[in-house]
């Protein structure tokens, strides 16, 4: 089992950046991907960023690439999604999740078997 916190969610200005924390704990992590998903009122779960606890490679929705950058801490078990020049469509709430998705799966909710309760962000313009 994993279990998942994210923290670092709230009011933030259009330009302005804002950084997300997901603390992991539970079995070890090496062989997950971690992923950040957001959800805005009336629509559905979208990706945003990826990023494997081995190796450290990363892929990103093409809706924030160059604004956001995910990492992680190993010697933390904490993920981060740091999110630059925030925008007014970023207003959502925002989930980590954990799991072992193929190629196919990892920018799809389906694909990931643990989920944080989520932080809510919001952009004022």
């Known amino acids: 089992q994993v279990q998942l916190v994210e923290s670092g969610g709230g009011l933030g200005q259009a330009g302005g950046s804002l950084r997300l924390s997901c603390a992991a704990s539970g079995r070890p992590f090496s062989s997950y991907v971690m992923g950040w998903f957001r959800q805005a009122p009336g629509k559905e779960r979208e990706f945003v960023a990826v990023?494997?606890?081995?190796?450290?490679?990363?892929y990103y929705a093409d809706s924030v690439k160059g604004r956001f950058t995910i990492s992680r801490d190993n010697a933390k078990n904490t993920v981060y999604l740091q999110m630059n020049n925030l925008k007014p469509e970023d207003t959502a709430v925002y989930y980590c999740?954990?799991?072992?998705?193929?190629?196919?799966?990892?920018?799809?909710?389906?694909?990931?078997?643990?989920w944080g309760q989520g932080t809510q962000v919001t952009v004022s313009s």
């Open positions: 999740a954990a799991g072992r998705p193929t190629i196919a799966t990892m920018t799809v909710a389906a694909g990931y078997d643990y």
């Open positions: 990023i494997r606890w081995s190796g450290g490679s990363t």
